[in-house]
């Protein structure tokens, strides 16, 4: 990896992170310099939109990230039920493990600039669909029919990014712990086998 | 009502709308005295803890009157279901005709700043704690067991605040009406009568 690509790797990284523990708003492109040892120059030569483009980068990147650790997490579970569970319990030990400053890269940037913001939209957008076409292609491997796969994909989706609000909000890995129990229930009754 | 408590009712209504629409870092305090008119001593004097106290006091009025909001929606509704169904549409139409800017008031802020200030994560703990009791309290009456209803309702909590970050992150209210039907059939097929 060139130089220049290296530190504009490091600048997306330093920003994926932040954008996790902090949002949006509460990201200064200073500290992201800082973080990625950076010359203040490079940000806008690698990234001319500015912090809006760094940030919908950061976010495309720590979505492709995340869908390789669901993934992972999947190829070990006995089934997708069981995996869904256990990635509960990965964003769950995370969390705790990071005193509940970590999260999820994409929910808190989603609630603060998706609104106004077509390109940090897009980026936000693309990264809930990605992870709700890996759940729906396994619950479509189940059996079930495929506007139903896709609704409770949706649904699974969106549980999941909810009991992780939840557990933030009181500082917690028991909200998305019951979530992951739960949905292992609900949808084993829907399941046709 | 004195003047000095319509002021202090203002500034808290005020940063409750602010943090809707922009997060906790990204509501600075000159807007919440400007969109209150209210002068700029009267913030410490009625807050001394300054934007976190002022922060914490609207997430709890904004919980306070979401519960009505919901209350009133179940009260209408023929069945518990339903209700929760309602409820999606209910925040799918508000996101629509805000153009997205709306949603919840106490999401954005829960992942921005529960992990680091005590006062507000004392806020958003009791605003998920009486909405989750708000759901349970209904699941029960449908019949589920105390353990199960009290894990059901966390999940459809969570299922609807996530529906609506997915429906923030794409701008449109899809991701809550197919949680608002996903859940009605699945809680459905869960209750015991």
Redesign the interface.
């Known amino acids: 990896m060139k130089k220049g690509d290296e530190t504009r790797a490091r600048m997306v990284d330093a920003t994926a992170r932040l954008l996790t523990?902090?949002?949006?708003?509460?990201t200064g492109l200073g500290q992201v310099l800082a973080e990625a040892r950076a010359p203040k120059g490079s940000l806008y030569f690698h990234f001319p939109g500015g912090k809006e483009e760094l940030a919908a980068e950061a976010v495309r990147r720590a979505a492709a990230e995340w869908r390789e650790a669901v993934l992972a997490v999947v190829a070990t579970a006995p089934n997708p039920l069981r995996a869904i569970r256990a990635v509960c319990e990965l964003l769950a030990s995370r969390l705790e493990a990071s005193?509940?400053?970590d999260?999820?890269p994409?929910?808190?940037i989603?609630?603060?600039a998706?609104?106004?913001s077509d390109l940090i939209?897009e980026a936000?957008?693309e990264?809930?669909?990605t992870w709700q076409q890996l759940i729906e292609d396994r619950l479509r491997a189940l059996g079930l029919p495929e506007a139903r796969a896709?609704?409770?994909a949706?649904?699974v989706?969106?549980?999941?990014?909810?009991?992780?609000?939840?557990a933030?909000?009181?500082?917690s890995g028991e909200?998305l712990r019951?979530?992951g129990?739960?949905?292992e229930v609900?949808l084993g009754?829907?399941a046709p086998r």
């Open positions: 523990t902090q949002g949006y708003h509460g005193g509940f400053q999260g999820c994409v929910a808190t989603a609630l603060e998706s609104a106004t939209c936000t957008t990264a809930y669909r896709a609704r409770l949706t649904t989706l969106a549980a999941v990014e909810g009991g992780l609000v939840l933030k909000a009181s500082r909200p019951r979530v129990a739960e949905l609900l009754a829907m």
